[in-house]
């Protein structure tokens, strides 16, 4: 077996639960954090510059399918944990296994470079080391997607990625509030500063209608109440269907655009507030921009706003910036994975990715599964298959989980979160048959 170590990029959610699985086998690894804290994008005001979250976010998972199998959440924890409390779990957790100390904090990757024995080098402050894998888990909410309009705007532009409160990094208080986006920032954003006593007005703008979710179906939460496994995903998603929209309703009813797809056929939007502060006349709906003018915005439909500040709730890029271009080949926001972690190139099969995808209904724990399989690859037990079997599961299983999406920068890599776990559990026995044709 090679004897050089494995390089862990990131100690965000995905990366100490890796670490955890890789530290278990006896894989030996080293760990860089751009940062000086646990958490990645839930470490509030992460100093790296790579968080996303504000100070009212709550989970949109509830406790029971975010926490992790081999620690789970506290029992008094509320149903939609605050993020303070997300962070504090995270740290326990890396505490509570001893992974604290194998950390090399303040330690951001500048390079990585595929050699022509097959290794890797890779790049830090300390300088360049040889490696016989990559692991990459730097999450995929830290690079935003900034659109750009025609015209000019005398006012500020930020993405939600920049916003904090309502009074950092801008005073939003009594002005008026242009948020762009229908996604799950968008409309926990909007409902914040869609408080009357917060800003004179808030407006949302969305090229199209989507189904906002509610967090709780009959008292329960909804997540709690997802389809068993061995459920096809086209049964599951079509008892789905039939519940939201006997539960929520239309969205006309509220103010909204009427989606022109059907419930579960994006990646659902979720908030116990937005639809009430919308049917309220706290937030107003308009369509898409069309381009900006002065101290307003004119919208697709013809009318204008005037408006003190613009929110962009426009996502995320799926960005590697250590690696280059052909060894991370990420075309339209989207990297062809095989079960979501390698490529098919063989040259490439030293490159592994954590937690990529977007998954339902929780990101926080896939890592923790998907390291399973990354373990038992590493201590020689699992085998992946042919480049070209690869190519082709690669292709069948995107349609799978994401044919019956609309096309959008935000599907390129979705994920059910029960069917694929199963799924990695039998390919790891697939694997391991594969490793012992090839030993023998």
Known sequence: MNA????????????????????????????????????GNWAYN?????SSA????HIDTS??????????????????????????????????????????????????????????????????????????????????NRPVWEGEFSGTIIHAHDYRTPFAPLDLIGKRVLVVGLGNSAVDIASELGQRSITEKCFVSTRRGVWVLPKYFNGVPADKQAAPPWLPLRIARW??????????GNMEDYGLPTPDHEPLDAHPTVSGEFLTRAGSGDIGIRPAIARLDGDGVIFADGSREVVDAIITATGYNINFPFLTPEDARVTGNHIPLYKRMVQADSALHGLWFMGLAQTLPTLVNLAEQQSKLLAAYLAGRYALPAPEEMARTIVAEEKRYQGHYYASRR???QVNFEPYVADIAAEIRRGALRAVRLAA
């Open 46 to 50: 992460n100093p790296n510059g790579m």
């Open 54 to 57: 504000y100070q009212s976010l």
């Open 63 to 144: 406790k029971w399918r975010l926490q992790f199998a081999e620690y789970p959440v506290p029992s008094d924890w509320p149903d939609f944990p605050h993020h303070s409390l997300i962070a504090q779990y995270f740290n326990d957790y890396v505490d509570h296994f001893g992974l604290r100390g194998m950390v090399q904090f303040e330690t951001p990757v500048m390079q990585v470079t595929r050699r022509d024995d097959g290794q890797w080098d890779v790049t830090t402050k300390n300088g360049t080391k040889i490696y016989r894998a990559v692991v990459v888990a730097n999450g995929h909410h830290w690079s935003p």
């Open 4 to 39: 050089l170590p494995v390089a862990l990029i990131g100690a965000g959610c995905s990366g100490f639960t890796t670490a955890k699985r890789l530290a278990d086998e006896g894989i030996a690894f080293d760990w860089f954090e751009a940062s000086d804290r646990i958490g």
């Open 239 to 248: 008892i789905g269907r039939r519940k939201v929209k006997s539960l929520v």
């Open 411 to 413: 599907h390129t890599m």
